[in-house]
């Protein structure tokens, strides 16, 4: 029966060392050159220093930051309040499931402003 794929080509197993090492010098360089063009070194993780649109100053004691996060809960609390009460239906539901979110957590905060050490 006729072969209907050729045979591979044969391998050369005699190569010198001079020629492998010159191979394996080729490959490297192949390799930098192909990662230098192809794999883009990561851009640098964000960090508050760099251009922050909102920073929190850290001086800040923790009495100032849980107040002004129970303001802005009651800000969210308002503002849900008001759509919650223009909706009807699933969509109320939804809104008011939100504003007991933020209830509870404008609570919390307020009790943690509560015991909070004054410095």
């Known amino acids: 029966m006729a072969k209907v794929t050729p045979n591979p080509p044969s391998t050369d197993e005699t190569v010198s060392r001079a020629q492998s090492a010159r191979n394996k010098k080729l490959d490297d360089a192949a390799a930098r050159a192909l990662d230098f063009y192809l794999k883009p070194t990561p851009e640098k993780e964000t960090s508050d220093n760099a ?5 929190i100053a850290p001086d800040v004691d923790s009495e100032c930051l849980l107040a002004n996060l129970s303001e802005n809960l ?6 849900i309040s008001d759509l919650a009460f223009d909706l009807d239906g699933s969509r109320r539901h ?3 499931g939100i504003l007991q979110v933020i209830e ?4 919390l905060a ?4 509560d015991i909070v050490e004054v410095r």
Request: charged share 10%; aromatic share 4%; glycine share 0%.
């Open 110 to 113: 307020n009790r943690a402003l």
């Open 51 to 55: 251009h922050p649109l909102f920073l």
């Open 104 to 107: 509870l957590s404008e609570l």
């Open 74 to 79: 009651a800000s969210a609390n308002a503002m």
């Open 94 to 96: 939804v809104a008011l």
